[in-house]
């Protein structure tokens, strides 16, 4: 079940504030993310540090939520949500949800290895290797530079491409890690382990 509402958290997360309106969606889906990394945790510590991180997390959603209502017209006090501000919790946010999906990612791979599931370990790599090449383009379009409006639409693709990804494993793991009914994964041991 773990992998199911990381699955869903995430969705709600990445996939629905692509609307600015639903960005209302994260303060449901980072408490469901940091429940299915605390009850995934047995299985690897990994997932319990990806949960001690993912624990601030919804005070992005709180904050990403209070600001499309402003910007849509919804509630007064939108200088707060402009200027300095804005731009300080937009780095804040890109930098912390890196470091999250990084440690998820690389539990994914640290479990599935352990589990002997190459395909979902490699997966979990490439998929981390695309989120820190989309992050390096995203730093280098921010610098001033010349052209840099070229790149919006590349990395425009890149993000989606990331968390269609990413959506994907999440599902993948949720089904061959910890199939539906089953309440324990079988983690090989290593040869001449005990």
Avoid at 10 to 34: D, E, N, R
Avoid at 81 to 102: I, K, M, P
Avoid at 123 to 140: C, D, E, G, K
Avoid at 148 to 168: E, G, K, S
Wanted: aromatic share 20%; net charge positive; hydrophobic share 55%.
């Amino acid at each position: 079940m773990g992998f199911g509402l990381v699955l869903i958290g995430y969705f709600f997360t990445s996939v629905m504030p692509v609307i600015s309106i639903f960005s209302a969606a994260m303060l449901l889906g980072y408490p469901l993310i940091s429940l299915g990394l605390y009850r995934l945790s047995p299985y690897h510590k990994r997932f319990y540090h990806a949960f001690f991180v993912s624990l601030p997390a919804p005070l992005f959603g709180l904050y990403y939520t209070v600001s499309s209502f402003v910007r849509a017209g919804l509630f007064a006090g939108g200088s707060f949500f402009e200027g300095t501000v804005f731009t300080v919790v937009e780095w804040l946010y890109f930098v912390y949800a890196f470091a999250l999906v990084a440690l998820i990612l690389w539990a994914i791979a640290s479990l599935a290895t352990e589990m002997a599931l190459f395909q979902l370990q490699s997966s979990a790599w490439r998929n981390l290797t695309f989120l820190a090449i989309y992050q390096v383009i995203y730093l280098i379009i921010k610098l001033p530079i010349p052209h840099a409006a070229a790149f919006v639409l590349p990395i425009t693709i890149l993000r989606y491409l990331c968390i269609f990804l990413n959506v994907w494993l999440f599902f993948r793991c949720y089904r061959f890690i910890l199939p539906e009914g089953s309440d324990s994964v079988e983690v090989p041991q290593k040869k001449g382990g005990k």
